[in-house]
């Protein structure tokens, strides 16, 4: 006999925790109650309404089952013109639902019935070879497990008892009315075929389900609401009820949920009890107390059921002891994030890849006048940037959703609070780990702009006023000069050598005055400097032809044209007038991310002992020098970010110029 598949699909079993409890709670008000299969017909009838389940009414399954296939049935006869008028009647009568295979030697059943898969047998009575009663036992003997039918013109009583004893399923006689006798046999075969297939069914279902029961990865516990309202002792439990608990099936069925309950009292479960009776379904936490005595946290999600007047709850139980302590965990680290968030000392806001800000700390909110309630899940970080960086950020936002390594981690840009006041800010942006949203670190440097714009300011009115105190005093040196000349004419020139010596040093001394001045503003311009025509320039006016002069190609730098000029002039006057040389080189070098450019001399070497101190302002080992030359030269380099130090190789006299390459 064909095997019909259980009536719910096994698609549904892993469904979540509400769905289970509520399919097996229907399940078990008929299994472990012992439901009738009427009440089981009912039972999935009810699933097939609320989840509409193909399978779910065993009857509905049946008619489905028949359509699609017919009906085999063995008929056995010793009259082999009734078994022909059988076939034809049933067969036409039936639409050809139900299929005859005629059989006239009874001794051949068993065989016959191995060979192929029948849905039933028809018998007769009192034949040659066997009796349907002895086939009847020899098919129980052989465990048969298939519907037979009786078809005998016989009327004896003892011999129906005796066929219906041994577990024949019907007993037809035979009559002369073909129409109605075989119409009879037709309703027979229907009715025994399509008991043994729905019992086939509810076995194999039952089997199945219990299965499922047994080896939910949850407990389930099955007990009944008292009159009180209060639940009443276990009915059944499943194995993991045990493993959990550590009671045994026994000591469970002693038990109520009451007594397993550590957390709540008596009127606490019994208002829970009442809002299950309310809701018919309700999900909870309490702990549960083992038969150690330890206290575990459960979840429960509790179904209620009207059964034979009696309310009966199925509960399924989760041991949430883990997910508490990840909870737990997960909480912690929260916190110890959000304290990090908030205590960075910058303005930090974190946004998702659409741009809507999901976090905002405090000093973001001191920031931008907004509070944390204004922009979280409500605002775009972008709206904080005006114009024109605005349109730049949009550009860089999108370059770093798809490689946020082409853009650069920290840049200068403004920012708008909510008064429509322009900040001026350092930004940092940087992708979080794992994730697709981005922290923004936000630094306010609006007062360090506007200090460094006056102290710019008050360098450049400095620098101003050495200008134009130099233009006077220059003039009154020139005239000073003038007069001498003109009395050295007159009188002995005993003190004008003297007079004239003083007054150059007077007019270096505000020469160098005005280069310091001007080396210690700020570089401003940063234009492509041709070293090569530069340095050519400056050597031409200061280094006397006398002196070789050779040169390396040096290509173009990123600097202040004018005051790299001042570096090379002090640096080739420094070497002509302290190291007397016959030979001055400009060379270039790189090494790892840096480019060396190196201005030697062959003259006289530099003592040991002072060549730490060549870059101090006012020192000189020459008297009657500014000692302002080199320190000048080392304002203006460093202002460019780059260094310069000093080396003796060779009896060369070496100032290394280090500039990095990016």
């Known amino acids: ?236 439990v499943n194995d993991n009820a045990s493993k959990v608990l550590g009671y045994s099936k026994e000591e469970f069925l002693k038990l109520s949920p009451l007594e397993l309950d550590a957390s709540r009292t008596e009127k606490d479960i019994l208002n829970i009890m009442k809002e299950v009776t309310k809701k018919k379904q309700m999900t909870f936490e309490v702990k549960h107390k083992t038969k150690e005595g330890k206290s575990i946290p459960v979840e429960i999600s509790t179904h209620l059921f009207d059964y034979k007047g009696k309310q009966v709850l199925l509960s399924y139980v989760r041991d949430i002891s883990n997910r508490n302590i990840r909870k737990e965990e997960l909480q912690q680290s929260y916190n110890l994030y959000r304290t990090l968030f908030e205590t960075t000392g910058t303005a930090n806001l974190l946004f998702d890849e659409k741009g809507t800000i999901i976090l905002f700390n405090s000093r973001m909110e001191n920031l931008s006048g907004f509070t944390r309630e204004d922009v979280e899940g409500k605002r775009k970080w972008l709206e904080f940037i005006p114009q024109p960086e605005l349109d730049m950020m949009i550009k860089l936002n999108e370059i770093r959703k798809t490689d946020a390594s082409l853009v650069p981690d920290q840049y200068e840009s403004r920012f708008i609070n909510n008064e429509g006041i322009i900040k001026n800010i350092i930004l940092s942006v940087k992708t979080v780990p794992g994730t697709t949203n981005f922290l923004a670190s936000i630094t306010d440097i609006t007062e360090r702009k506007r200090a460094e714009d006056e102290i710019s300011k008050q360098k450049e009115e400095l620098s101003d006023f050495a200008h134009f105190m130099g233009h006077d005093i220059r003039n009154s040196l020139a005239a000073i000069e003038g007069y001498v000349e003109q009395l050295k004419e007159k009188y002995e020139d005993l003190y004008f050598e003297k007079i004239l010596r003083r007054t150059n040093y007077v007019g270096n001394l505000l020469e160098h005055s005005i280069e310091l001045a001007e080396a210690g503003t700020a570089v401003e311009k940063t234009d492509q400097v041709d070293l090569d025509r530069l340095v050519e320039t400056v050597a031409d006016v200061i280094i006397p032809k006398s002196i070789k002069f050779t040169k390396e190609s040096l290509g173009t730098i990123k600097g202040d044209n004018s005051k790299l000029s001042q570096v090379f002039k002090n640096l080739f006057e420094n070497s002509l007038a302290h190291g007397k040389p016959n030979k001055i080189s400009v060379t270039k070098s790189e090494k790892k991310d840096k480019i060396v450019i190196s201005i030697s001399n062959d003259g006289i070497i530099i003592d040991e002992k002072i060549i730490n101190k060549v870059f101090d302002r006012g020192f000189s080992s020459k008297k009657g020098s500014t000692g302002l030359g080199l320190s000048i030269v080392k304002k203006i380099v460093e202002g460019h970010g780059w260094e310069i130090s000093i080396d003796k190789k060779e009896k060369l006299t070496n100032f290394r110029i280090e500039i990095p390459t990016n």
């Not at 399919?23 to 472990?32: G, T």
């Not at 298939?146 to 037809?172: C, H, K, M, Q, W």
């Open 1 to 236: 006999m064909e095997t019909i598949l259980p009536t719910l699909s096994f698609r549904y079993i892993f469904k979540p925790l509400i769905f289970q409890s509520l399919v097996l709670s229907q399940l078990f008000l008929c299994l472990v109650l012992e439901t009738e299969v009427s009440n089981l017909y009912l039972f999935n009838y009810r699933l097939h309404e609320v989840f509409s389940l193909e399978s779910s009414n065993p009857k509905m399954m049946m008619k489905k089952h028949q359509k699609n296939n017919t009906i085999q049935v063995l008929h056995i006869d010793d009259e082999t013109d009734f078994l022909t008028l059988s076939k034809d009647y049933v067969e036409r009568l039936s639409n050809g639902e139900i299929q005859i295979d005629p059989l006239s030697d009874p001794s051949l059943a068993l065989e016959t019935l191995h060979n192929k898969e029948y849905d039933a047998v028809v018998c007769d009575y009192l034949m040659p070879a066997m009796d349907e009663v002895n086939l009847l036992r020899k098919i129980k003997e052989e465990k048969i497990n298939i519907p037979f039918i009786i078809f005998t013109g016989r009327s004896r009583e003892e011999v129906v008892i005796d066929a219906l004893n041994l577990g024949a399923d019907s007993y037809i006689r035979k009559s002369t009315d073909a129409q109605s006798q075989f119409t009879e046999l037709i309703s027979n075969i229907n009715k025994v075929v399509e008991g043994k297939r729905v019992e086939a069914a509810f076995i194999e279902s039952e089997e199945k389900f219990r299965y499922i029961f047994q080896h939910a990865n949850d407990a389930v516990y099955l007990y009944p609401m008292k009159e009180d309202g209060m639940p009443g002792n276990f009915i059944e």
